[in-house]
């Protein structure tokens, strides 16, 4: 009779092809080698251990079927696979430009920081400096008024009347004015006779 592949046998049994496999190798079913080392088996031994399978008309056409299903079945994987990989790539990429984005942004943070801790840093100065000439304003116009009040005192003083010593003093110091003022008006009036004298 016929001899057949494991694929073929597990047809014409109704059996999975595993089955057929694992038969073979427990020494449950008998096989040959064909000229290609392929091992084959006796339809008749098939009959014997599992029994043939009777076929329908339609067997061969479901059996394109299910071949066209699966030749689908895993070209639709493959496209599933391809599409994931861009996917995944696309993925990658936004990580890329979001990693960037974060970097720039962490600069300029730290920019913008340095620049703040700089400006607080003068201005923290500049309100020493105002403070600082606040202070100086205000010992400075302490002391204008101590010396007016100073002042004021003296003059208090100056209008009481004075004593003998006082007045003596007050009379010598007019008479040394008046010299002074004497000897301007002789120094003024050689200058101007040597003057017309050169002239």
Sequence with gaps: ???????????????????????????????????????????????????????????????ETREITDAVEKERMKMQIRMLEQQLMVSDERL??????????????????????????????????????????RQRRLQNAQVQKAQSRNSTKTAKPMGAGAKKL?????KLKAENENTADYSNSVFRFWKRAKS
Excluded: C, H
Excluded at 42 to 62: H, M, N, W, Y
């Design 170 to 174: 007050d009379e010598k110091m007019k």
């Design 1 to 63: 009779m016929a001899k057949v592949g494991a694929q073929r046998a597990a047809i014409l049994t109704g059996k999975s092809k595993s089955t057929i496999q694992r038969a073979m190798n427990g020494g449950k079913l008998s096989f040959e080698l064909d000229q290609n080392k392929r091992r084959v088996i006796d339809v008749s031994e098939l009959e014997r251990v599992f029994g043939i399978k009777q076929q329908t008309p339609d067997a061969p056409a479901q059996i």
């Design 96 to 137: 890329t430009d979001l990693t960037d984005q974060r970097d720039k942004w962490e600069k300029q943070a730290s920019q913008i920081l340095i620049t703040s801790q700089y400006s607080q840093k003068q201005a923290e100065e500049l309100r020493a400096q105002i403070k600082e000439r606040e202070d100086r304003v």
